[in-house]
């Protein structure tokens, strides 16, 4: 068992990899009484081309990794909810573009509830009529979120920036591409990407680090895995220019939903390098258009934004983008500002203020996000996935300076990487 402190936040990890090529981290937390648990595979929506070893590279159908998540909730006795409920534990799974994670968070029976978590995730259950049921349901899922304004103002804008890369595709698929996934390809990718050695098992909360540890040595110790090769992950080529400036789709809103999105063109960072990007970018937008700043004050002001009105970067090794918008009366004219607000800021640099004021911020909403298990087991996994540690985020914050933030800025902001998505009511 290794031991990793991390004195500029006053915790402490404990790591452990098994035989099998399972990761293990606890973070005891003293005085906690919920623990929250993760057991994630780097495997998402956007793996849709794969090798194992000397292999040959496998296309799969769109989606299937979000189906393979609704799959492994059914075991042959029934649905896993009900158990999980039953010792006082709740329950869940997301997919996203680069990651499935299982969890649960409990404040009683935890080692009864690890062992669940483990063994449900370890025991895949896919039958023809199973698989057939299933593809209804998120046929069913797939038509609620195309009449969802939201999630179609923020996939189209994903689909305007990207030609080639599977980040445009929708993460549960299409109709037409989840009908294609069969009993056997589940399986192909279950072994492929949940084999323990592309897995880890992150417990955070009121906890003893040994006694976890022991439990999923002695679960593991009775299952057999065959040694694995490493995994090949194929994507097309992508353009740095992005597919299409403006898009529009037409959906009953009371107001339309705007977003304006920058598409990076330095995109194979990896490791430390990525989350530079994404602390000093983060940083960046929140002193230029966050609720504090004047540009933000100057769009409320002016009836262009409301509280929906907010920001993302959103980035992994092969894409990067950001993300700003909300809903609006008047898009054309929110962009208008938002550009010249920015062109101006191209000009004389982010102010001293704003910069020191968004980073105290950055920093107050780092340390208290360490007070919450959810919160730490959610940033702990996606981190370690690339290559990086959430517990040195506070230090590139410390350590970031103006020079840098403007020097992201003028590296961001290129007008040419810009695309807009729009949701509007048909016109009458």
């Not at 993760?38 to 495997?43: L, M, N, P, R």
């Not at 794969?50 to 040959?56: A, D, K, T, W």
């Not at 679960?219 to 992950?233: V, Y």
């Not at 598409?263 to 983060?282: C, F, I, P, S, Y």
């Amino acid at each position: 068992m290794q031991t990793l402190t991390y004195p500029n936040v006053q915790e402490t990890l404990y790591r452990e990899v098994l035989d099998n090529g399972l990761e293990v981290i606890v973070l005891p937390k003293e005085g906690f009484n919920k623990t929250y648990a993760t057991f994630a595979t780097k495997y998402g929506s956007v793996d849709n081309r794969f090798s194992v070893g000397n292999q040959p590279a496998a296309k799969v159908p769109d989606g299937i990794a979000h189906f393979l998540e609704h799959k492994m909730f059914e075991e042959p006795t029934g649905d896993i909810f009900a158990v999980f409920a039953s010792q006082g534990a709740s329950a869940n799974a997301f997919t996203s573009f680069d990651r499935t994670v299982y969890l649960f968070s409990a404040t009683e029976q935890i080692n009864a509830n690890l062992e669940t978590l483990i063994n449900f995730v370890q025991n895949p259950y896919f039958t023809d009529a199973n698989v057939e049921k299933e593809k209804g349901i998120i046929e069913q899922e797939i038509n609620m979120y195309r009449d969802n304004p939201d999630w179609r103002v923020y996939f189209g804008l994903i689909d305007a920036l990207y030609h080639e890369h599977p980040v445009h595709i929708d993460i549960a698929g299409t109709v037409e591409s989840i009908r294609q996934i069969d009993k056997e390809t589940l399986y192909r990718c279950y072994e492929t990407f949940y084999h323990p050695s592309n897995m880890l098992l992150f417990v955070v909360g009121g906890v003893e680090a040994e006694e976890v540890f022991k439990l999923v040595r002695d679960n593991q110790s009775r299952k057999s895995f065959e040694p694995q090769g490493p995994i090949g992950r194929y994507f097309e080529n992508e353009p740095s220019s992005v597919k299409i400036a403006r898009k529009v789709t037409e959906l009953p809103v009371s107001l339309p939903k705007c977003m304006i999105g920058f598409k990076e063109k330095k995109t194979d960072l990896t490791g430390e390098a990525l989350l530079r990007q994404e602390v000093t970018t983060k940083l960046m937008l929140e002193a230029l258009i966050g609720p504090s700043s004047k540009l933000y004050q100057q769009l409320y002001e002016n009836d262009l934004i409301s509280d929906s009105f907010g920001h993302e970067f959103n980035s992994s090794t092969g894409y990067a983008f950001s993300v700003i918008g909300g809903d609006t009366p008047n898009p054309d004219e929110l962009i208008a500002q938002i550009r010249s607000a920015v062109e101006d800021t191209l000009e004389r640099g982010i102010e001293p203020t704003a910069f020191e004021r968004s980073k105290r911020k950055k920093i107050g909403s780092y340390l208290r996000m360490l007070n919450s298990p959810e919160a730490i087991a959610g940033e702990f996994t996606r981190y370690r996935f690339r290559d990086s540690n959430m517990f040195d985020v506070l230090d590139y914050y410390e350590s970031c300076t103006l020079e840098e933030i403007n020097e992201r800025l003028r590296e961001h902001f290129d007008f040419g990487q810009l695309a807009v998505s729009i949701v509007e009511s048909p016109a009458k």
